[in-house]
């Protein structure tokens, strides 16, 4: 069965696919797929803190992939039909200073070339310092979530159409 396949089991709305890079080169998830083992490595859109929505997606997502393996019999909702997006056709947009970030979109939203997608404001002021502007009509995969930002810190990542 192909990696493709047994990742749609999870059920997730998008699967990313790229190429290693040198420092993955040191987990145990590209050793076990140089030895021929189906290894996957699931994110989602909270690490620094606990989220409730996030974890259920999570562990939604993991008993449907193991009711899929007959690992387990549990129910479960159904997902997502994956689409396998290619790491090339995800856009990053970083920000040109620092400031107070203000999102105008939101995850898995539609956004055309030229939309305003976020603002950063002057701390001390309140005014605006920069309009981050979509470079390519997507989906916005990635977003920035703290109100403070640094300067060059990706704030957007966006699924070219």
């Given amino acids: 069965m192909t990696d493709h396949k047994l990742m ?37 859109s909270e690490t620094d803190e606990i989220d409730d929505s996030s974890s259920k997606i ?9 009711n899929h393996a007959e690992m387990a019999t549990v129910h479960t909702v159904p ?10 056709n995800i856009w990053q947009i970083r920000s040109g200073c620092g400031g107070i970030f203000r999102p105008c979109v939101k995850i898995g939203e539609q956004v055309e070339l030229g939309q305003t997608i976020g603002r950063i404001l002057d701390p001390f002021e ?36």
């Fill in 8 to 44: 749609e089991w999870f059920g997730l709305q998008y699967g990313i696919i790229r190429t290693p890079r040198q420092y993955d080169t040191t987990t145990l998830n590209y050793n076990w797929q140089i030895w021929e083992t189906n290894a996957f490595s699931l994110y989602f």
């Fill in 58 to 66: 999570a562990v939604e997502s993991i008993l449907r992939f193991m």
């Fill in 79 to 88: 997902g997502y039909r994956t689409e396998f997006v290619e790491e090339s």
């Fill in 126 to 161: 309140g005014t605006v310092r920069m309009e981050i502007v979509a470079d390519h009509a997507g989906v916005v995969y990635f977003s920035y979530h703290k109100p403070l930002i640094h300067e060059s810190t990706v704030c957007f990542k966006i699924i070219r159409n």
